[in-house]
């Protein structure tokens, strides 16, 4: 019969032999370790841009905005009309219904200069009425 050597001495002689090698291949050894490690980086790099991008593009989808300028003509009761089918529809989180009045407040906040141009020409309010439907996300993912 033949002499079979151990499980145990098998694993420990492999894990010598091994260390000898990495010990007598120093470069080799280390460029491998440096390569693998680079690769290891990179493949972080790209799972992180993944993330961010599915981020991103998420939160994009969910900042949809819908702006509806209305004449000066319009009806109340049609702009209320108007308003509430809006509100109905799948997907609109909230309706805001600017009047003219409310309009002219925010350009004078936010651009002053045009503003004063209106007084100086005289044009008064020409800004429209208009009906703002922010977050339309959950129709436009569809």
Known sequence: MKNTPSTLYLLKKGVILAA????????LSIATIFV???????????????????DAITNINKKV???????????????QTLTQTIKNLE???TVIY??????LEQLQKTHPNLST???KY?????????????????????
């Open 36 to 54: 693998i490690a680079i690769i290891i980086f990179i493949f972080n790099i790209i799972l992180s841009i993944n993330f961010i991008a599915k």
């Open 20 to 27: 000898n090698n990495i010990w007598r291949n120093k470069v």
């Open 65 to 79: 905005d819908l702006v509806i300028y209305l004449k000066d003509t319009s009806d109340p009761t049609q702009i």
């Open 117 to 119: 141009s209106f007084e």
């Open 91 to 93: 997907g609109v989180e």
């Open 122 to 142: 005289n044009l008064g309010n020409p800004l429209p009425y208009s009906s703002m439907e922010p977050a339309l996300a959950k129709s436009v993912q569809k």
């Open 98 to 103: 600017t009047t003219k009045m409310q309009a």
